[in-house]
């Protein structure tokens, strides 16, 4: 497969003029008009990650990563003229998002003192051990004064702290704030205004749904934020809501959209510009900051960003953008410009060609319901034969497919023969909030039902062999997996990475217990019978396909106990499976050999069944 490397961040100077952008680790800054770029480094060579600019574009702030087991991170600025960068601060600890105050005097960033392992739910949890108690580990706002180099923290030690922006006086910030654990409790996160110098806070907005993206209006008097369904911290969609800073009522600038949108940025007093998922597409567009019609200023098939939501950084008056852009057929490069007339600024991929076959996006319908996903065709694919299907379900369920470079997932699959199919069904993003919430209470339901109705309407205009039909997918996917064998026949093979197979056990055991509530309306304990219904271990007995079962041992958000559940009933009925547990990973992998080795074993897996399959003449 082609090595591309990884694009970490591109962020543009405010006055629109210059990149800084990571790869690897490796920072550096290039013109926006092209040139060559200019290389960020520091004592030790350190990874450096999270970079930000001072408002006067003559700076940028950063992160460096000390090397061992345990967080320690120092913060970094460096001027554009060429002269030394200067170590601000050193932290034992869990540090992220550095930024300016617009004053220029301070810098702010999160920060967790003494936190044993990287911040957030994907990463490896700390195993138990000893006493057990609901041990806090707060995530603060903090400050350090460029004037001293003195490091405070400000917010209250009993509230963690997700995202934040600065006010543009330098005395305050809104930020998204819960009490109690940061891993479940990011779903019930308010809006608070927080004074940067007592840390004293002030409720402003208490949602519905989650809430992401909080954003001042140049005069200070608004914030604009996005809410909505979502199931992953980071994983942004919803509709994009304006409220005063003051308090008040919150106005849904966005109703009835048919995209949610991901990021924002105010571009002018009154004008919010945004980008979003449309359609399993990219876009950028604009609207009010009182409502009003929505304006399209750019979508395509490229996937922007660096993260599963498309997003960019935005030049303070919002029309310059820097985005990460790649494709299926383009690996990631670094682009700038106006709005979707960017340049290409950098070549770290050149080489990079794919390997795969060629990837489309497809519509069907289930009912009235408008569907859509990608599909990606067998490499060297010749109309005259017939080929296996793999179904290849996202995570979230509040998440999308788009067209990435994945030279893992769908494109190892395509370079086997295979076609792969990555459908967006209801739940899913790309058609708006009402789309979105389509499986509140119907997990397996008719987001089941919309992937297969996508199986049938390919079969009927490609040569699917469908004796030789895959499933596969990771955490929701993981658990559409589960949950599709207990349904159906029709699947050769499945492959079930990290998912859920006991919503009744999943509920003691994960550590964001938080995120079913608004999915299922109540706790397993206050309403089993509507997790019951969607249940995969109560329809176990149907189960017939031979199943490989893939899990992190220290996966926080779906525990290895899930797969192992699944796993030991299996084997009790005598179906074919395998349970392959991966030593120190969370429910992301962090280590590359072990990410290779989960999708090679995918590959052995549906080879060795599909091979045993009679294959169908069409």
């Known amino acids: 497969m082609p090595h591309a490397k990884t694009i970490d961040q591109a962020s543009i100077s405010p006055d629109g003029t210059q990149v800084a952008y990571i790869v690897g680790g ?158 479940a409790n990011w779903y019930i996160a308010k809006l608070y205004g927080i004074n940067t110098h007592s840390g004293a806070m002030r409720e402003i907005y208490a949602p519905k749904w989650q809430i992401a993206e909080p954003h001042i209006s140049p005069d200070g008097k608004y914030v604009a934020f996005i809410e909505g369904l979502m199931s992953d911290e980071g994983v942004t969609g919803g509709d994009i809501f304006v409220i005063p800073v003051a308090g008040g009522s919150a106005r849904n600038v966005t109703p009835n959209i048919k995209s949610s949108p991901s990021s924002l940025t105010w571009s002018g007093p009154d004008r919010i510009t945004f980008a979003q998922n449309v359609d399993g597409e990219s876009g950028f567009a604009s609207v009010s900051a009182l409502g009003g019609d929505v304006r399209k200023l750019w979508s395509g098939e490229e996937f922007i960003g660096t993260n599963p939501s498309p997003s960019a ?60 996903g990608w599909l990606m065709l067998p490499k060297d694919y010749a109309p005259g034969k017939t080929y296996p299907l793999i179904v290849s379900v996202h995570g979230g369920p509040s998440a999308t497919c788009a067209s990435h470079w994945d030279p893992k997932n769908m494109g190892a699959t395509s370079a086997m023969g295979y076609f792969v199919f990555c459908p967006n069904p209801r739940g899913s993003y790309g058609q708006g909030e009402a789309f979105t919430r389509g499986n509140i209470k119907d997990f397996g339901g008719g987001d089941f039902r919309d992937i297969m109705a996508g199986v049938d309407a390919i079969a009927k205009q490609y040569p699917i062999d469908l004796h030789r039909l895959g499933i596969r997918g990771h955490s929701y996917g993981g658990y559409m997996t589960m949950w599709a064998e207990t349904q159906t026949h029709r699947f050769a093979a499945a492959v079930a990475g990290a998912g859920i197979s006991d919503w009744l056990s999943y509920y003691g055991v994960n550590d964001i217990d938080e995120w079913m509530i608004p999915f299922f309306g109540a706790s397993v304990y206050d309403d089993p019978a509507v997790y019951a219904k969607s249940d995969p271990m109560h329809f176990v007995k149907a189960v017939k396909t031979p199943t490989l079962i893939l899990v992190g041992d220290r996966d926080g958000e779906v525990p290895m106990e899930q797969s192992v559940e699944w796993w030991h009933a299996l084997t009790t009925m005598k179906v074919p499976t395998q349970l392959v547990v991966y030593s120190d990973e969370g429910h992301i992998f962090i280590r590359p050999a072990d990410a290779r080795d989960y999708f090679v074993r995918t590959l052995e897996w549906f080879d060795e069944w599909f091979g045993k399959a009679a294959p169908q003449k069409r």
């Open 26 to 183: 490796e920072l550096a800054i290039i013109p926006v008009g092209g040139g060559t770029p200019r290389p960020i480094a520091v004592e030790g060579k350190l990874a450096l990650r999270e970079v930000s600019w001072a408002p006067d574009s003559k700076q940028i702030v950063f992160i460096a990563d000390l090397a061992g087991d345990v967080p320690a991170a120092q913060v970094w600025t460096a001027a554009v003229d060429g002269s030394a960068p200067v170590k601000r601060a050193d932290g034992k600890g869990y540090a992220s998002v550095p930024s300016f105050s617009p004053d220029g005097s301070k810098l702010a960033l999160l920060f967790i003192e003494g936190m044993p392992r990287v911040a957030g739910p994907l990463q490896p949890m700390t195993p138990l051990a000893g006493v057990i108690s609901e041990t806090a580990y707060e995530q603060r706002l903090t400050t350090i004064d460029l004037a001293t180099n003195t490091l405070a923290q400000v917010t209250p030690a009993d509230v963690y702290v997700y995202e934040y922006d600065w006010t543009p006086d330098s005395q305050g910030w809104v930020a998204t704030v819960a009490h109690g654990s940061g891993d």
């Open 313 to 372: 950084s935005f030049s303070n008056d919002g029309n310059i953008t820097a985005v990460v852009l790649q494709s299926a057929s383009k690996p990631p490069e670094v682009w700038g410009g106006p709005i979707g007339d960017w340049k290409q600024l950098t070549t770290v991929n050149a080489e990079a060609k794919p390997a795969w076959g060629e990837m489309h996006n497809f519509h069907w319908t289930n009912g009235n319901t408008k569907l859509e």
